[in-house]
């Protein structure tokens, strides 16, 4: 043992566990452990951005490109209360990061002194804190941090990942103590749970019954990295494959057996085969009302009727909105490797018994096409919102990592954009954290920095969030912010036109009693702070644009300029009870 500060303890364990970075921001509460970081800078890198919210996100959008954790750094009261958004975030999207929050003096609990919360209980943050992540740990003295620190990072990643969060106190940063080290976490060797034979049995017999098939694949599909062999089990036996928003890219978006998305802003291919299927595989997702056309059978699904194989590493998601027919406790990868090698003695189960199934989900996906493809060569002015999508997806690299924040521009990349890579889709998908693709941007830049990075924000989401491009300057990360700019906070202008009848009310920016659209000009803003800014207002600027921020690699925004009026299609519904539920605009609700 040696005698170590709380905060030297701290920073050689992140050092050991391979930590690269931690995002904070200074405070009285934390300067004490500052000075440890100082003297390990050359190998742990402190990212200071300019709010608390961002640092989370950027830490939640590392660990979704890089599946490794990294740490954040808060001082005491509100730049720790400023955290509990990106922890939501995290949690809900089964994203890791460990926050470092920091506390009043153990000799002040109970005083009430600068910062303290004491109403219910001394020093009680973490009761904030409770409930937006996986496990919070106080530990009050020096020799108590070895164990919460080794508790916390095992935690972090063991099962379903989700973020923890470790409230130290001021003086426990500055104390000494004799310690050592915890022993290194398993945070390098991931634990993966596997089916048992007989489950395996009971999958293969579903399967062997079965005529009209899907794979429906999730966020612990990305997780648990088995994209290549959920194709491999999709082409081996001809099932098409339905994707959650955060499994996107696992499966080639342009693949020939990937249906998109599902629910009320689907694809049209995908809510058809949904609702008209007999078995859903489902691996590593869990039937959220979006992605269930709000549980209203015939639109996006058919249970009980249809047969549900469900698999997830949290046995708590296992019929939690649908009851599976078989239900397992298992590791995605895992799973779908001895699904794979069991069918070796299954040979009767081959894609001839699927063959029927496969052309009506082909024809589908021809409709579909011939539906919505002339609109993304219309030129317009403001841009519509299929030109700008498949603009990207034209000019983007395949390796680009592209982050997309809350808003309507969100909805139209769900039912088109074709990920080509796993890892590469970042989206606040539980929580719909507006400000997590405007700063999560910069923590996939660190996790990926030989790719592009480029986030598709809102206008309203980036004014929520524009200190991000001092961030950006002040460490060189060359990321491209592409604002959707419809002068409005689109998506709930929607739902006011869609079920209120038109009465707009607090959703479009308006300058003054002249009824003028406003916004800033994001543009001349992003130069101000010594990035780079181009305005797009009609469709032959567009990829002139993104292509030049591309080569400059320099922080950048494109501020483009889309058309309000202009709807996403939607395949199945969606209800926000008691206001009744709309039809979808394109294909029919089924029920056998």
């Given at each position: 043992?040696?005698?170590?500060?709380?905060g030297?303890l701290i920073a050689d364990?992140?050092?050991?566990?391979?930590?690269?970075?931690?995002?904070?921001i200074?405070?009285?509460?934390n300067v004490?452990?500052l000075?440890?970081l100082?003297?390990?800078r050359d190998r742990?890198?402190?990212?200071s951005p300019?709010?608390?919210?961002c640092?989370g996100?950027?830490?939640?959008?590392?660990f979704?490109?890089k599946?490794k954790?990294v740490?954040?750094?808060t001082?005491?009261?509100?730049g720790s209360?400023?955290?509990?958004m990106s922890l939501a975030?995290?949690?809900s999207?089964?994203?890791?990061?460990m926050?470092?929050t920091s506390?009043v003096?153990t000799?002040?609990?109970?005083?009430?002194?600068?910062q303290?919360?004491?109403?219910h209980?001394?020093?009680?943050f973490?009761?904030?804190?409770?409930?937006?992540?996986?496990?919070?740990f106080q530990p009050?003295?020096?020799d108590?941090?070895p164990?919460?620190?080794?508790?916390?990072?095992?935690t972090?990643?063991t099962?379903?990942?989700?973020?923890v969060?470790?409230d130290?106190?001021y003086n426990?940063?500055?104390e000494?103590d004799?310690v050592?080290l915890?022993?290194p976490s398993?945070v390098h060797?991931?634990?993966?749970p596997?089916?048992s034979?007989?489950d395996i049995d009971?999958?293969?017999?579903?399967?062997?019954?079965?005529?009209?098939?899907v794979i429906?694949i999730?966020?612990g599909?990305?997780?648990?990295?088995?994209?290549?062999e959920v194709?491999?089990l999709?082409?081996?036996?001809g099932?098409p494959?339905?994707?959650s928003p955060?499994?996107m890219?696992?499966?080639?978006?342009?693949h020939?057996?990937?249906l998109?998305?599902?629910?009320?802003?689907g694809a049209?291919p995908a809510n058809e085969?949904?609702?008209?299927?007999?078995?859903?595989l489902t691996?590593?997702?869990?039937?959220?009302?979006?992605?269930a056309?709000?549980?209203?059978?015939?639109y996006?699904?058919?249970?009980?009727?249809?047969r549900?194989v469900?698999?997830d590493?949290d046995?708590?998601e296992?019929?939690?909105?649908?009851?599976?027919?078989?239900?397992?406790?298992?590791?995605v990868?895992?799973?779908?490797?001895?699904?794979?090698?069991?069918?070796?003695?299954r040979?009767?189960?081959t894609?001839?018994q699927f063959?029927a199934?496969g052309?009506?989900v082909?024809g589908?996906q021809r409709e579909?096409e011939?539906f919505?493809?002339?609109?993304?060569?219309?030129?317009?002015?403001?841009?519509?919102?299929?030109f700008?999508?498949?603009?990207?997806q034209?000019?983007?690299?395949e390796d680009?990592i592209?982050a997309?924040?809350?808003?309507v521009h969100h909805?139209?990349?769900?039912?088109?954009?074709q990920?080509r890579?796993p890892?590469s889709m970042l989206n606040?998908w539980?929580?719909?954290?507006?400000?997590?693709?405007?700063?999560?941007?910069?923590?996939?830049?660190?996790?990926a920095p030989d790719r592009?990075c480029?986030?598709?924000?809102?206008?309203?989401?980036f004014?929520?969030?524009p200190?991000?491009?001092c961030?950006a300057?002040?460490?060189?990360?060359?990321v491209?912010w592409?604002v959707?700019n419809?002068f409005?906070w689109g998506a709930i202008r929607d739902?006011?036109?869609?079920l209120f009848?038109g009465?707009?009310?607090?959703t479009?920016?308006y300058?003054?009693?002249?009824?003028?659209?406003y916004?800033?000009?994001?543009?001349?803003?992003?130069?101000?702070c010594g990035?780079d800014?181009?305005?797009v207002?009609r469709?032959?600027?567009?990829?002139a644009?993104?292509?030049q921020a591309?080569?400059?690699?320099?922080?950048?925004?494109i501020d483009?300029?889309?058309d309000a009026?202009v709807?996403p299609?939607?395949?199945?519904?969606?209800q926000l009870?008691?206001?009744?539920?709309?039809?979808?605009?394109?294909g029919?609700?089924w029920?056998?």
């Open positions: 043992m040696s005698r170590m500060k709380g030297e364990y992140l050092v050991q566990e391979q930590v690269p970075y931690i995002f904070g200074c405070g009285h509460g004490g452990i000075d440890a100082y003297d390990r742990i890198q402190l990212i300019r709010h608390e919210q640092a996100h950027m830490a939640d959008a590392y979704r490109v599946h954790p740490a954040t750094l001082s005491t009261g509100p209360a400023n955290m509990v975030t995290a949690l999207d089964s994203s890791a990061f926050a470092i506390n003096p000799s002040q609990h109970n005083r009430a002194p600068f303290e919360l004491y109403k209980n001394q020093a009680d973490a009761q904030v804190m409770r409930p937006v992540v996986k496990r919070a009050s003295r020096v108590m941090l164990l919460a620190l080794r508790q916390a990072m095992d972090m990643v099962g379903r990942p989700g973020p969060n470790l130290i106190p426990v940063y500055q000494e004799e050592e915890p022993p398993h060797r991931a634990h993966r596997g089916a034979a007989e009971a999958v293969l017999d579903l399967l062997a019954q079965a005529q009209r098939p429906f999730g966020h599909a990305t997780l648990s990295e088995a994209g290549v194709t491999e999709a082409e081996r036996l099932i494959v339905i994707t955060n499994g890219g696992c499966i080639r978006g342009d020939p057996l990937a998109g998305f599902i629910g009320r802003n049209y085969a949904g609702r008209r299927c007999d078995l859903v691996l590593g997702t869990r039937f959220d009302d979006r992605s056309s709000s549980w209203h059978a015939g996006s699904w058919n249970f009980p009727s249809t549900l469900h698999v590493i046995p708590q296992l019929g939690r909105n649908y009851a599976p027919t078989v239900g397992l406790i298992a590791d990868k895992v799973f779908t490797r001895q699904l794979l090698v069991a069918l070796d003695a040979p009767s189960i894609p001839a063959g199934w052309e009506q082909r589908w579909w011939a919505v493809r002339p609109h993304f060569e219309d030129s317009t002015s403001p841009l519509r919102p299929e700008v999508v498949g603009t990207l034209k000019l983007l690299p680009v592209l997309l924040d809350s808003g909805n139209w990349f769900m039912q088109f954009w990920a890579r890892q606040s539980g929580y719909s954290s507006m400000g997590f693709g405007v700063c999560g941007v910069m923590g996939a830049q660190l996790a592009p480029v986030a598709v924000v809102g206008d309203g989401g004014t929520m969030a200190y991000v491009l961030t300057v002040e460490y060189n990360l060359p491209v592409i959707w419809n409005a739902l006011q036109y869609g009848d009465r707009e009310i607090g479009a920016f300058k003054g009693a002249t009824g003028e659209r916004n800033p000009d994001f543009a001349a803003w992003a130069r101000a990035a800014g181009y305005t207002t469709p032959q600027e567009l990829g644009a993104v292509q591309l080569r400059n690699k320099r922080p950048c925004v483009v300029h889309v009026d709807r299609p939607s395949t199945g519904t969606w009870p008691p206001i009744p539920y709309k039809e979808p605009a394109f029919k609700p029920r056998p």
